[in-house]
């Protein structure tokens, strides 16, 4: 059974970082691609960032760029997304989604209707 777990979320100042986990069970990292994606309270989930199964190309929305990264660990079947100089618009629910499919366009990366496996998400606030 597929199963992905975010972890990491919390309160964070603004200007503050965090790392988020997503562990992945049931499938394996070189088999699907990872998407990050957010929803803020009132809004429509957006795309963030994503990492490709084979390559491990990656991808950000231009508001994240510089300030998140995300990033891999097949040994531990876990993908990151470490993020610094948050912001309060930066506040939402995190979520992670796997494909079985390449994703080395960001225009892909950041439509929801491309992924098939969600986690339950974690939430950031950054607040001060």
Same mark, same amino acid.
């Given at each position: 059974?597929?199963?992905?777990?975010?972890?990491?979320?919390?309160?964070?100042?603004?200007?503050?970082?965090?790392?988020?986990?997503?562990?992945?069970?049931?499938?394996?990292?070189?088999?699907?691609?990872?998407?990050?994606? @957010?929803?803020?309270?009132?809004?429509?989930?957006?795309?963030?960032?994503?990492?490709? !199964? =084979?390559?491990? %190309?990656?991808? *950000?929305?231009?508001?994240?760029?510089?300030?998140?990264?995300?990033? @891999?660990?097949?040994?531990?079947?876990?993908?990151?997304?470490?993020?610094?100089?948050? !912001? =309060?618009?930066? %506040?939402?629910? *995190?979520?992670?989604?796997?494909?079985?499919?390449?994703?080395?366009?960001?225009?892909?990366?950041?439509?929801?209707?491309?992924?098939?496996?969600?986690?339950?998400?974690?939430?950031? %606030?950054?607040?001060?």
């Amino acid at each position: 059974q597929l199963q992905l777990v975010e972890s990491g979320g919390g309160l964070v100042q603004p200007g503050g970082s965090l790392r988020l986990s997503c562990a992945i069970s049931g499938f394996t990292l070189d088999d699907y691609s990872i998407g990050w994606f @957010r929803q803020a309270p009132g809004k429509e989930r957006e795309g963030v960032s994503c990492i490709n !199964k =084979s390559d491990g %190309t990656t991808n *950000y929305i231009d508001s994240v760029k510089g300030r998140f990264t995300v990033s @891999r660990d097949g040994t531990k079947n876990t993908v990151y997304l470490q993020m610094h100089s948050l !912001k =309060s618009a930066d %506040t939402a629910l *995190y979520s992670c989604a796997a494909v079985m499919m390449s994703l080395r366009h960001l225009r892909l990366c950041i439509k929801p209707l491309v992924f098939a496996y969600w986690g339950q998400g974690a939430p950031i %606030t950054v607040s001060s």
